[in-house]
């Protein structure tokens, strides 16, 4: 080490999920060399699922987070019904985008009010935060427990729900159940727009990444459970086509895959990826509360993720009511036919970005093949480069503002390290 | 019926097939058996903060890791005490803990007028419902106590 090479390293990451490392090595303010690693050890789940029951899936994968279950449920129930040729109707779709809606609410709140949010003020957790302005968390407390209500309503519980299954519902919940849930969901919007307000003031960082948005695009929805895949460079395929265009590659200095484009262009899921490329998409107000807070459309900043998450949560709490009012139980809660051999592929939005299921299932229901690929693992990469143009663009700053810089240039990624086998010591070398 | 005031609750926290770690969760069923305002409750703070809302006197038993031999009880009056608060594992990832579910209660003013913790040291935190045999007898003691009327926030360990 040279008497002008610092180092600064971090223990350990708090508020993300899971285990792991960047070491950087900056000479004349350029990264000239960089490692991101996950050393969380792998967890085997696709080859856990070999052999078992087509209906095992779900279940089975939900336990990859406690966080986002729902979209290991969907995913799984998806691309099964896809493989034994199901169709599910469209009360039993509206159930689940409604669960969906739960899930999205209960994390984003928690990562934008409770994780995030401190980064912007300079204070070190949410404890800190709600002595400084109780009344932020004290709302975010309130909306996390409407999105585990409704988690709790549908699913039986707000971890790990036990009431979805492949083919729709084992029970549906009572109509009275639901509509009982509106007033809630629409105070908690209110309080979300104000939370909203109150981050569209934070200062963030000056940066602008050159991304490779990729999400889901429906129709007609802001996309959550349905929809082909798009990027920002006029990609626009099946779901089912997901491996055709896009690949995972083993690194040397980590545990977890890192997704790409098949060319090996990295790419960016989640809730960032998920408005630039659908924002015609949210109603009109509501795009217009994001552009007020500062997050347009093309935005590439990726700090004001923060924002992102929380115009989603707006939406997520608009659209449960949309679902809650018009709900009517589905009948039947589930459907089914005989299993078939058959390979399946289902992709949702979960809270994080796309994750995407593909299996393989014998003639007697027994699945041959499982292949998961989580929204962290595919922004693995982008993670490192973002890492990167951190570090290069705010050089400058002393060691400990610094580190802190790189931490919440992670935490805008909300990164469920577990899931993609994944978080964080810092390494900075200056030469 | 326990002559325990009814604006009492227990919350035994833990996870039931996670042998030593379900010591709370077994405390409060039967607590409740006996008549008591008693949940299980997973742990997750946010959580935690809702069942402390509007009661009096809140008691939270948990397995605690370290601390002694199995089975010893720790009664932890004092929250501020650094031997409770730096207890837990305070940044947990993606939930809030109990130590920070207490800190952030206390920051928020949503902290019951007294609330205690009750550790009992486990050493088994495998899968599986069984307590391991001094945890458990440990367990039935502590049971016996609360239904039998003891007052936590002045009684002693033993």
Request: one cysteine or more; glycine letters at 10%.
């Given at each position: 080490?040279?008497?002008?090479?610092?180092?600064i390293?971090?223990?350990?990451?708090?508020r993300?999920?899971?285990?792991?490392?960047?070491?950087?090595?900056l000479?004349g303010?350029?990264?000239v060399r960089?490692e991101?690693?996950?050393?969380?050890p792998?967890?085997?789940?696709e080859g856990l699922?070999?052999?078992?029951?087509?209906?095992?899936?779900p279940?089975?994968?939900?336990?990859i987070?406690?966080?986002c279950p729902?979209?290991?449920?969907?995913?799984a129930?998806?691309?099964?019904?896809?493989?034994?040729?199901?169709?599910?109707?469209?009360?039993?779709?509206?159930?689940?985008r409604l669960?969906?809606?739960?899930?999205?609410?209960q994390?984003?709140?928690?990562?934008?009010?409770?994780?995030?949010?401190?980064?912007?003020?300079g204070?070190?957790?949410?404890?800190a935060?709600?002595?400084?302005?109780?009344?932020?968390?004290?709302?975010?407390?309130?909306?996390?427990?409407?999105?585990?209500?409704?988690?709790?309503?549908?699913?039986?519980?707000?971890?790990h729900?036990?009431?979805?299954?492949v083919?729709?519902?084992?029970?549906a919940?009572?109509?009275?159940?639901?509509?009982?849930?509106?007033?809630?969901?629409?105070r908690?919007?209110?309080?979300?727009?104000?939370?909203?307000d109150?981050?569209?003031?934070?200062?963030?960082?000056?940066?602008?990444?050159?991304?490779?948005?990729?999400?889901?695009?429906h129709?007609?929805?802001?996309?959550?459970t349905?929809?082909?895949?798009?990027?920002?460079?006029?990609?626009?395929i099946p779901?089912?086509a997901?491996?055709e265009?896009?690949e995972e590659h083993?690194v040397p200095?980590?545990?977890?895959l890192q997704?790409?484009?098949v060319?090996g262009r990295?790419?960016?899921?989640?809730?960032?990826?998920r408005?630039?490329?659908?924002?015609?998409?949210?109603?009109?107000?509501?795009l217009a509360l994001a552009?007020?807070?500062?997050l347009?459309?093309?935005?590439?900043?990726?700090f004001?993720?923060l924002?992102?998450?929380?115009?989603e949560?707006?939406y997520?709490f608009?659209e449960?009511a949309?679902?809650?009012r018009?709900y009517v139980?589905?009948?039947p809660?589930?459907?089914?036919?005989?299993?078939?051999a058959g390979?399946g592929?289902?992709i949702?939005?979960?809270?994080?970005?796309?994750?995407?299921?593909?299996?393989?299932?014998?003639?007697?229901?027994a699945?041959?093949s499982?292949t998961?690929?989580?929204?962290?693992?595919?922004?693995?990469?982008?993670?490192e480069?973002?890492?990167?143009?951190?570090?290069?663009r705010f050089?400058?700053?002393?060691?400990d503002?610094?580190?802190?810089r790189?931490?919440?240039?992670?935490r805008?990624?909300?990164?469920?390290?577990?899931?993609?086998?994944?978080?964080?010591?810092?390494?900075?070398?200056?030469a | 019926?326990?002559?325990?005031?009814?604006?009492?609750v227990f919350?035994?926290?833990?996870?039931?097939?996670?042998?030593?770690?379900?010591?709370?969760?077994y405390i409060?069923d039967?607590?409740?058996?006996?008549?008591?305002?008693?949940?299980?409750?997973q742990?997750?703070?946010?959580?935690?903060?809702e069942?402390?809302d509007?009661?009096?006197?809140?008691?939270?038993i948990?397995a605690?890791?370290?601390?002694?031999a199995?089975?010893?009880?720790?009664?932890?009056r004092?929250?501020g005490?650094?031997?409770?608060a730096?207890?837990?594992?305070?940044h947990?990832?993606h939930?809030?803990?109990l130590?920070?579910?207490?800190a952030?209660?206390?920051a928020?003013?949503r902290?019951?007028e007294?609330?205690?913790?009750?550790?009992?040291t486990?050493t088994t935190f495998?899968?599986?419902?069984?307590l391991?045999p001094?945890?458990?007898?440990?367990?039935?003691?502590?049971?016996?106590r609360?239904?039998?009327?003891?007052?936590?926030?002045?009684?002693?360990?033993?």
């Amino acid at each position: 080490m040279t008497d002008n090479t610092r180092t600064i390293q971090v223990e350990a990451l708090a508020r993300v999920e899971g285990e792991g490392r960047f070491k950087v090595r900056l000479e004349g303010g350029k990264v000239v060399r960089s490692e991101f690693s996950i050393f969380e050890p792998p967890r085997y789940f696709e080859g856990l699922l070999r052999g078992r029951s087509f209906r095992d899936a779900p279940d089975v994968t939900s336990r990859i987070c406690g966080i986002c279950p729902i979209a290991y449920i969907m995913g799984a129930s998806q691309a099964m019904e896809d493989a034994l040729g199901w169709q599910i109707t469209r009360p039993i779709a509206d159930l689940r985008r409604l669960i969906y809606c739960g899930e999205w609410i209960q994390s984003h709140v928690l990562h934008t009010h409770m994780l995030h949010a401190p980064d912007f003020l300079g204070l070190p957790d949410s404890i800190a935060l709600a002595q400084s302005n109780r009344s932020l968390v004290e709302n975010g407390l309130a909306a996390k427990k409407m999105g585990n209500r409704l988690m709790e309503v549908i699913g039986g519980r707000s971890v790990h729900p036990v009431n979805t299954r492949v083919g729709g519902f084992y029970a549906a919940p009572a109509a009275a159940e639901i509509h009982a849930l509106v007033p809630e969901l629409e105070r908690c919007e209110a309080l979300s727009v104000t939370a909203l307000d109150a981050f569209s003031g934070f200062d963030f960082p000056d940066l602008e990444v050159d991304y490779l948005f990729v999400a889901l695009r429906h129709e007609s929805e802001y996309p959550i459970t349905e929809g082909r895949i798009v990027s920002s460079a006029g990609l626009d395929i099946p779901v089912e086509a997901f491996p055709e265009h896009f690949e995972e590659h083993q690194v040397p200095h980590s545990n977890a895959l890192q997704g790409a484009t098949v060319d090996g262009r990295p790419y960016l899921v989640g809730p960032l990826a998920r408005f630039n490329l659908n924002a015609d998409r949210l109603p009109a107000d509501i795009l217009a509360l994001a552009e007020r807070a500062g997050l347009a459309p093309g935005c590439r900043n990726p700090f004001k993720s923060l924002l992102a998450r929380q115009v989603e949560t707006i939406y997520a709490f608009r659209e449960a009511a949309r679902l809650a009012r018009d709900y009517v139980p589905p009948a039947p809660s589930f459907v089914e036919e005989p299993p078939r051999a058959g390979t399946g592929h289902g992709i949702t939005e979960a809270p994080r970005g796309i994750c995407y299921h593909r299996y393989e299932v014998a003639d007697d229901g027994a699945i041959v093949s499982a292949t998961i690929v989580p929204p962290t693992s595919q922004n693995q990469r982008q993670i490192e480069l973002d890492l990167v143009s951190t570090v290069e663009r705010f050089h400058e700053l002393d060691d400990d503002d610094l580190q802190w810089r790189c931490e919440q240039a992670i935490r805008n990624y909300d990164p469920c390290i577990s899931c993609a086998t994944h978080f964080l010591k810092l390494d900075v070398e200056r030469a | 019926m326990s002559s325990v005031p009814e604006d009492w609750v227990f919350i035994g926290v833990g996870h039931s097939e996670r042998q030593d770690d379900g010591v709370g969760p077994y405390i409060a069923d039967a607590l409740g058996r006996h008549g008591l305002t008693a949940v299980a409750h997973q742990g997750d703070g946010s959580g935690l903060l809702e069942l402390w809302d509007a009661r009096q006197r809140c008691v939270v038993i948990d397995a605690v890791a370290g601390g002694g031999a199995p089975g010893t009880v720790h009664l932890f009056r004092d929250l501020g005490d650094p031997a409770f608060a730096g207890a837990g594992f305070v940044h947990s990832t993606h939930q809030i803990g109990l130590p920070e579910a207490v800190a952030l209660g206390r920051a928020l003013g949503r902290l019951p007028e007294r609330l205690m913790v009750i550790g009992i040291t486990g050493t088994t935190f495998g899968f599986g419902s069984a307590l391991s045999p001094p945890v458990a007898e440990a367990a039935e003691q502590l049971i016996d106590r609360l239904a039998g009327g003891m007052d936590p926030f002045s009684a002693g360990p033993g």
